[in-house]
């Protein structure tokens, strides 16, 4: 039966991408003024899946090889539960590539191999619950990563290490109880950090020690108890933080304390993206 239903999969990906030809389309990634930026590229939508389950792990794509296309993406499709593997040899030259809204449930390092010049990777909006540690590790140039709107719980320490050229990371909407004070120490290019809407308790020093150049930090709608004003110190390029709706800031004389502790940093309720 799982013979049957990977020979499924493959046909109808042979077709699809048979019968495609790649149009000039566009794909969001944030840029480090925290605003949407578009990237004109050739774009390749796997919406023809909608009517198949792919609830098969390591499947692969055989189709014409396309060394044009540098965008895919699975879009809206909830019977995608798993990504193919060995991707690189249809699409080798991907610069995104986004399974935005569908129903996955795991991925690995498998599924992106070898596509070390992608510089967005989108994974918002499934169902993941946890990401192994070298899920990310080849994907030196990657710029902007999104895994918002999913079930994470938390997220390996060594996840982002290798990813030194990473600017954006949105982890907002998940249940993310605890970071690990090490998991940003490389991302020393890092400019935007959104973790809106989980449940973390702990903020301090540690966390951004190395991040330097960051210019805005998401984090409203936490637990967060406590605040140092050292978690900030290092951070010369630091424009806004949100942390509305936390414990530490609430009430007018936490929030004009914290005003005082940093007072370059704008900690007012716009703008409103996070």
Known sequence: MKLVNHLIV???LIAFCD???SQQKYIRGYNSQNVW???SMRYCTFNV???????????MIFAKRSETTEA???????????????????????????VFDCSL??????????????QFVG????????????????????????????????VEERTFETLENLRSINMKENLIDYIYEGIFDNLIELRNVSLSNNNIRVLNENHFKNNKNIEYIWMSRNKI???SSKTFDNMRYLKYIDLRGNPCISGSYRVNKFKEMVKRIDIGCKPRHG
């Not at 895919?72 to 986004?98: C, D, M, Q, R």
């Open 49 to 59: 899946l909608q009517n198949e389950t792919i609830y098969a792990q390591d499947f």
């Open 10 to 12: 493959l046909i109808i």
């Open 19 to 21: 019968k495609t030809v």
């Open 105 to 118: 449930r795991a991925v690995k390092r498998e599924n992106f191999e070898r596509l070390d010049k992608l």
């Open 123 to 154: 994974l918002q909006q499934n169902q993941l619950r946890h990401i192994p540690y070298d899920t990310f590790r080849a994907l030196i140039h990657l710029q902007h990563i999104h895994l918002y709107g999913n079930e994470l719980t938390y």
């Open 225 to 227: 108890q406590e605040l």
């Open 37 to 39: 930026t578009i990237l």
């Open 72 to 98: 895919i993406s699975f879009e809206g499709n909830k019977k995608i539960a798993y990504l193919p593997i060995k991707v690189y040899n249809v699409f080798p030259n991907l610069v995104a590539y986004e």
